[in-house]
């Protein structure tokens, strides 16, 4: 099941292209400051565009990923989109349980508005859409009983109700 997973993935995803550079995090304009067109962003978005900036998702390291699945709350929807896949193949990943805990339970669900979520999800396709879901499925039954959630569905539930919208 693992293996059709990450092939389904990668087959859904490969449609996607490269986002560009300026697409990739989310940055905002400052109109207070002295420059209106000044734009700011943080230690940890400058660090995960770096990290990502220029980058296949196909040849991410498992290092960046794992550093970097907590703030998937910065992508922009278009840097979600392309980039999604490669945090689901390393989630797959029996050594990485902690990846499959933060993708249900961190950035996207508690630090993240669930509109920006909503917005994101929508914009995949509905194989993509599919897939997502699936992944999801597959690694909470696998991952259930090693503790890592409480309760162990919420997470879960809030990913498919998410899906749901977005394909309603």
Same mark, same amino acid.
């Given at each position: 099941?693992?293996?059709?997973?990450?092939?389904?993935?990668? *087959?859904?995803?490969s449609?996607?292209?490269?986002?560009?550079?300026?697409?990739?995090?989310?940055?905002?304009?400052?109109?207070?400051?002295q420059?209106?067109?000044?734009?700011?962003?943080?230690?940890?978005?400058?660090?995960? #565009?770096?990290?990502?900036?220029?980058?296949?998702?196909h040849?991410?390291?498992?290092d960046?990923?794992?550093? &970097?699945?907590? *703030?998937?709350?910065?992508?922009?929807?278009?840097?979600? @989109? #392309? #980039?999604?896949?490669?945090?689901?193949?390393?989630?797959?990943?029996?050594?990485?349980?902690?990846?499959?805990?933060?993708?249900?339970? &961190?950035?996207?669900?508690? @630090?993240?508005?669930?509109?920006?979520?909503?917005?994101?999800?929508s914009?995949?396709?509905?194989? %993509? %859409?599919?897939?997502?879901?699936?992944?999801?499925v #597959?690694?909470?039954?696998?991952?259930?009983?090693?503790?890592?959630f409480?309760?162990?569905?919420?997470?879960?539930?809030?990913?498919?109700?998410?899906?749901?919208?977005?394909?309603g």
């Open positions: 099941m693992e293996s059709q997973l990450k092939s389904q993935i990668s *087959e859904a995803f449609i996607n292209d490269y986002p560009g550079d300026d697409s990739i995090v989310v940055s905002w304009t400052a109109p207070s400051l420059d209106p067109h000044c734009i700011l962003v943080d230690h940890e978005t400058l660090t995960l #565009y770096n990290q990502f900036r220029g980058k296949n998702w040849s991410l390291s498992a960046v990923l794992l550093e &970097s699945v907590k *703030e998937l709350g910065t992508f922009t929807s278009l840097g979600f @989109r #392309y #980039y999604i896949p490669a945090f689901l193949l390393y989630a797959l990943d029996d050594q990485c349980p902690i990846a499959f805990k933060i993708l249900l339970e &961190s950035a996207l669900l508690k @630090r993240v508005h669930l509109q920006w979520f909503i917005d994101r999800v914009m995949l396709t509905p194989a %993509q %859409q599919r897939v997502v879901a699936d992944t999801m #597959y690694l909470f039954d696998t991952n259930r009983d090693n503790g890592l409480e309760p162990p569905a919420e997470g879960l539930q809030l990913w498919k109700n998410l899906f749901d919208k977005a394909a």
